[in-house]
Nanobody
Framework: VQLQASGGGLVQAGGSLRLSCAAS????????MGWFRQAPGKEREFVAT????????DYADFVKGRFTISRDNAKNTVYLQMNSLKSEDTAVYYC????????????????WGQGTQVTVSS
């Protein structure tokens, strides 16, 4: 499956952005989807994941209550709504897809998009 992330940009602290990730090539509903991020000089880290059915989600503690992951299987797209953004949310955000078990470990994801830059100014 091919993944194309979009929606990043520059926003002030406290603002919002919505990231999108469009999938093509395979049956989207077969894949659990995740968002990860990587800031300069830091390890890639888990942000959020959603079950292939859309019926279950999981979040990193540092985004709970601020970010919401969702998917539209009819549009082959997964979203990440980011509210109350902080400067520490600045990173390149990646969407990823996996088959098999549902989980948050980035190493278990099989397919990755190219990343979209999110910059939060304080």
């Amino acid at each position: 499956v091919q993944l194309q992330a979009s929606g990043g940009g520059l926003v002030q602290a406290g603002g919002s952005l919505r990231l999108s990730c469009a999938a093509s090539g395979r049956t989207f509903s077969n894949y659990h989807m995740g968002w990860f991020r990587q800031a300069p000089g830091k390890e890639r880290e888990f942000v959020a994941t959603i079950h292939r059915s859309g019926g279950s989600t999981d979040y990193a503690d540092f985004v709970k209550g601020r970010f919401t992951i969702s998917r539209d299987n009819a549009k082959n797209t997964v979203y990440l709504q980011m509210n109350s953004l902080k400067s520490e949310d600045t990173a390149v955000y990646y969407c990823a897809a996996k088959i098999g078990s549902y989980g948050s470990s980035w190493s278990s994801y099989h397919y990755w998009g190219q990343g979209t830059q999110v910059t939060v100014s304080s």
